[in-house]
């Protein structure tokens, strides 16, 4: 919910005082069709939620990293799709994988248009939806859905208002009699969810269940589940992770003597009960539901922030995720934050996300973060977006990684705002207006956060620096990481961000490394046989891919054949050309770590062998 005039909205607050199969063991099946090209043996299974993280059938520790696809569907122009076509699902899917590093994405649905008329789902929309997930799932990608909402819906809105919403069908506005939509001076459009009348009546009822809203909401989100369950082949199906069943939900107005965190207790949290119900009807049982709580709860400026974050939900356990967004809205108001982001600026803010997920006994993910990428605070967005990916990978700061990795966390699961492969080339009657024709950016509400465009001969061409996006992460962990960090070197103008320089007390690494990005893994096995995966950034040539590590040393690391090359690359499912790095390990509860870097070249067997002696040394004593 970022939006640049959100820097107003701090002016007012201060004056008033006032975010291909290969290595196969015995039990393998053939791939079929339905498998995504270039699957090994222990790809394709199922997650769940174990001991508070994602783990797939070998017991790996998963990390889902991609992007919310996406914001097209609150638009209008191509009837609350993601997509003008499949066509364009499946280029997007490609690039998302092979441009964006992404092995998931945030997969937004439209309740207006599954329902557009009360109790009849449409199910020439969820034929369309389900064809265009097809295409992210086939291309090896996992996919949760989300039925997104903005402001409750765009019906709440008139043909000449500055903003619009989406979310609910013009029959659930109609159920209402809502007051005309007026947000007084609302110089932000994140306002009106507590100052427009008519969205805040909206979201009361929804909440009440008024009308029976909820009631058919849920009935609806039951047949979404079920038709795609049912048309979705059972690999595909094994990809789909779980479902958000709400966007950035909010009371709207509280009840008498009811608080943020009662009305999450009393309301809220029912809600996602009912839900996972839900679920479980349409057969769904073994899949989480990724629930998000009021909003505000993680807010950095403390004008917004309200106590929340599913407090008195007891343990979530396996069956729910806990599922936030964060932005930074000091950086995009212009005002509160006026230099950029520096090393670690989110430590504290994602840390509190891991304590909360602990807290509960479940995963987290951060499903929506991001920045502006035009207008006055876009100069922001190279520090801003790596220090947050930065923040996902550790809790610890650059500054104090190397002397305290073990206080690292887990590595967090994540989806970026957002992949539009049609930003600045839309045509989106705004609030159904002929004479509002919008083109640039999201067309919607003076967005501008699309990591991606199409160039002048359709080309899906990043918007950001590849090496910002396409990043080394560990998406397979085989048993436990300790922790991870990647210093990816990405760019802000002309000036490299170098915010985690190997220290000087390991000489030898630090010669490895040289001016090259690397990243550094630590773990504790596991007992399963499958290997440990991290994604290979395709800026990341096989060729010039060094890794140190206890399992051994390669410089242009080989092919995967199995245990038999404990070092080893091979292509990520889906055909997209994306490669991973694959690290066997044949023992159960032993420190493992490895050492992977682009900086050198034709490094010399003395050197191999003093950096990885100097990482034995440094990992022996931190862990």
Known sequence: ????????????????????????????????????????????????VQGGRFTDGQGREIVLRGYNVSGETKLEENGGLPF?????????????????????VRFLLSWAHAEPVRGQVD???????????????DAGIRVFPDFHQDLYSRHLFNSGSWYTGDG???????????????????????????QNAAVQKAQHD????????????????????????QHLGGPEFADIVGFDPYNEPYAGTYDSGQTSRTWEKDLLWPFYVRFRARMDAAGWQDKPAFVEPNLFWNANISAQKQEGGLLDAGTLGPRYVFNTHFYDQKAISGILMWGKAADGQYASDLAAVRDRAAAAGTAAVVSEFGHPLSGTVSDKAPTVLKAMYQALDSRVPGASWWTDPAASGPVLSGTQWQWDLYNGRHHELMNGNPDKVLTSGDAWNDEDLSAVHLDDSGNVTLRQDARLLDRLYPSATAGTALAFTYEDRS????????????????????ELVGSGRYGLLVWRSGDGSAPTELHLPASFPTASTTVVSDLGTACAPPP??????????????GGTGSRRLLL??????????ALVTDGATAPSADLLDAAKSELAAWVAAHF
């Not at 995967?560 to 499912?573: H, I, K, L, N, R």
């Open 1 to 48: 919910m970022p939006n640049i005039r959100v820097r107003l909205l701090v002016v007012l607050v201060v004056l008033s005082g006032f975010l291909t199969v290969a290595g196969l063991p015995p039990a393998a099946t053939a791939a079929t069709a339905s498998v995504p090209a270039d699957s090994l043996w222990f790809d394709g299974a199922p997650l769940t």
């Open 84 to 104: 003008a076509s499949v066509a364009d699902a499946e280029k997007s899917a490609t690039a998302l994988r092979a441009l964006g590093g992404a092995n998931t």
């Open 123 to 137: 199910t020439g929309y969820l034929a369309a939806v389900t064809a265009q997930m097809r295409a992210f799932l």
């Open 168 to 194: 609910a069908p013009k029959w659930a506005v109609e159920a209402g009699s809502y007051p005309a939509e007026s947000c007084g001076i609302c110089l932000f459009w994140g306002q009106n969810i507590t």
């Open 206 to 229: 929804f909440w009440h269940n008024s009308y029976g809203l909820q009631d058919a909401f849920l009935a609806t989100a039951q047949t979404t589940m079920t038709y795609l369950r």
């Open 491 to 510: 760019r802000d103008g002309s000036t490299t961000l170098t915010w985690n320089p190997v220290p000087s007390s390991l000489p030898n690494v630090a």
């Open 560 to 573: 995967y054949t199995g245990a038999s090359t404990p070092v080893a690359v091979a292509p990520e499912p």
């Open 584 to 593: 066997t390990d044949t023992d159960s509860g032993a420190l493992h770590y």
